[in-house]
């Protein structure tokens, strides 16, 4: 049933002039103009704190320039707050603030009722919202706004609680001094023989930090302060009332814009009725744009008759500009965050998640509702993949660095692989409050490779099944031939070297492989201790890897016969990389002399044939008295 619209108007007059008595301990809603003022910013802001509810941690993470934020843990009686929050009640940076030190910085008047509200919250799951004074250590006086909400377990206890401390010491006093402003205009209405713009009355309104305007029941402003005229950014004189159209607004709520008759002072002074407050959006003299909370009141005689009026403004440019640039910021990260296929998330130090996004939320197939604010324990279907990633979240944020793994997640949906990158969030003094992730499901590539590595095993099996044959043909086919023993002991060992360059080369799955690897694999059946290699770090493909390791192997073999490894010399293998093009030296010293070949064999023209049929393969041999040098070079694209 919708109501008339008399009484909707008397159900808003009736809720406002209830809102000033909570506020101003009098039912005189002329008393609580500024009282009603403060309600509504809070109104407002707790609208926000609602909507803001689901990244409530996420933002204490990244702890916004002043905000001043803090947490509690009922069961351990663990404090924790951001330097905003010490600044806010007088501790020092390295100070460690408890419940009792908390309670002691509050005024003696306050202490006993925020106690028993914050008690109160606990028990009964209730949020904190009051209002109270702080004694900070220079006896200086500030007034706190409390907000809080308590997080349960999913046994319905508290977890914690959450918060945020706002300081309005600016608002109190800004009302408390409009308060005292509005006694004094009221005294020059009921003593017309008094100036509100002479002596110290006037200096006393000038400095009041709201702005003030007095107008008389022909609507001529009869006073403006200074804060007035430095919110519009210039002076106007209003002479009657067609002279109010110099000032220009809208409704913040409508976007019509304000008639001359319609400013709140204007509708005090032809109604005689307060009016509550509003928030407006107006041009300056300048020609700037901001926004202001205004309300009227009308001031009567002694006989109830209107005669004059008197309106606040509250400036509130920068809030609206810093609330437009949060939402902004919000709706962006919220909708990067659903947009993206990667999983998004975040935890406290306890291991509770604390946000996560859509991609997150779909692939746990639960509610969000049944997550938030619990750990892997309280909603993994599988307590050993959940005792698994807690201890990888606890070993991160012990560490302090950032660590990037595997994680197995087993759903209804099935099991699927995430590898995440996990980096701790710490507070301003360095202390680790917990975690965010960025992962992306790896389930098709894990599957894609555990397929592949069947593959490379059943190729590694079969290839060595045909080097056996191809071993066993060779010595049946050199069985009994008394001048091919060494042919075939040659065959055979370039035969080995050939199944040490695929093993490597499988481990790597036929990709690449490190080309020291290569060449210690083909040394090693030498004398491993004769060998000094060095070189960059660089990976090669198997092309490379097979025709350089049956090149080693040659020069080894070779060496072994004739070279320094027959004797007692030193072998030293040494390589660059310039430009994408390889260079590999082979020297030998201290071996016997050595000199050209009568004629190329097999082994140098299989050397030459395995380097040349590389991309710009070449290889330069030198038979030095000392030892022969060899160089090997090929391009590596």
Not at 263 to 291: I, T
């Amino acid at each position: 049933m919708s109501l008339e619209p008399t009484s909707r108007a008397t159900e808003i007059e009736d809720r406002l002039q209830a809102m000033a008595h909570r506020l101003s301990g009098t039912a005189d809603p002329d008393t609580g103009l500024l009282s009603m003022l403060l309600e509504d910013i809070r109104e407002r802001r707790r609208v926000e704190a609602e909507l803001a509810e689901s990244r409530q941690w996420l933002e204490l993470a990244h702890e916004a320039a002043g905000v001043c934020a803090y947490s509690f843990d009922p069961a351990s009686g663990t404090l924790e707050w951001s330097a905003s929050t010490r600044a806010l009640y007088g501790f020092e940076p390295g100070d460690a603030p408890t419940i009792e030190t908390w309670l002691a910085t509050i005024h003696p008047e306050d202490r006993t009722r925020v106690a028993s509200v914050a008690e109160r919250a606990i028990a009964q799951g209730a949020s904190i919202d009051q209002g109270f004074r702080v004694v900070l250590p220079d006896s200086r006086v500030r007034h706190v706004r409390d907000r809080g909400r308590v997080l349960k377990d999913e046994a319905g206890r508290p977890a914690k609680v959450v918060g945020l401390n706002i300081d309005v010491t600016e608002l109190v006093e800004a009302r408390e001094a409009a308060e005292d402003a509005q006694r004094l205009a009221v005294l020059s209405s009921v003593f017309p023989g008094q100036d509100v713009r002479s002596g110290g009355i006037q200096a006393f309104l000038d400095a009041l930090p709201t702005g003030l305007m007095l107008t008389n029941t022909a609507r001529e402003a009869t006073y403006v302060n200074k804060t007035l005229n430095d919110m519009w950014r210039g002076r106007q004189e209003l002479p009657d009332a067609a002279a109010w159209n110099k000032y220009v607004a809208w409704s913040a709520s409508t976007g019509e814009r304000i008639a001359d008759a319609d400013w709140p002072l204007a509708r005090a002074v032809l109604s005689g009725q307060p009016q509550p407050v509003e928030e407006l959006r107006f041009q300056r003299f300048d020609g700037s744009m901001g926004y202001m909370l205004v309300s009227a009141v009308p001031l009567l005689d002694a006989n109830g008759a209107t005669v004059s009026a008197v309106a606040i403004a509250q400036d509130v440019s920068d809030w609206r500009a810093a609330e437009r640039q949060a939402q902004l910021e919000t709706a962006l990260l919220r909708k990067l965050g659903d947009v993206t296929p990667d999983y998004l998330f975040v935890k406290d130090r306890e291991g509770r998640l604390l946000y996560a996004n859509s991609a997150v939320v779909s692939s746990i197939a639960r509610p969000w509702s049944e997550i938030v604010g619990r750990t892997e324990f309280e909603w993994h279907h599988d307590p050993d993949e959940a005792a698994a990633i807690h201890a990888n979240d606890e070993r991160i944020m012990a560490s302090g660095a950032s660590e990037t793994l595997e994680e197995v997640y087993t759903t209804e949906a099935g099991t699927a692989v995430v590898r995440a990158t996990k980096t701790p969030i710490t507070d301003d003094f360095g202390q680790v409050i917990g975690l965010v992730g960025v992962g992306v499901d790896v389930t098709r590539e894990r599957k894609a490779q555990e397929h592949l590595e069947l593959l490379v095993n059943e190729l590694n099996h079969r290839v060595k099944n045909t080097l056996t044959i191809v071993q066993s043909m060779a010595r049946n086919a050199f069985r009994g031939i008394d001048v091919a023993e060494d042919a075939y002991r040659s065959f055979e060992d370039r035969l080995v070297a050939l199944a040490s360059a695929h093993d490597l080369l499988s481990e790597g799955y036929w990709a690449e492989a490190q080309l020291e690897d290569v060449i210690r694999r083909t040394c090693g059946p030498h004398v491993a201790d004769r060998f000094e290699i060095s070189g960059d770090n660089v990976q090669v493909s198997s092309r490379i890897a097979l025709a350089i390791s049956m090149a080693v192997h040659e020069l080894c073999t070779n060496a072994t016969k004739y070279g320094a490894l027959k004797g007692g010399g030193r072998v030293r293998i040494g390589w660059t990389v310039d430009d994408d093009q390889l260079s590999l030296s082979w020297q030998e010293r201290g071996g016997p002399a050595v000199r050209p070949p009568e004629k190329m064999g097999f082994g140098s023209r299989m050397l030459q044939q395995a380097i040349g049929a590389l991309p710009g393969g070449r290889i330069e041999t030198t038979y030095e008295t000392a030892g022969l040098q060899c160089s090997l070079h090929c391009s590596l694209g």
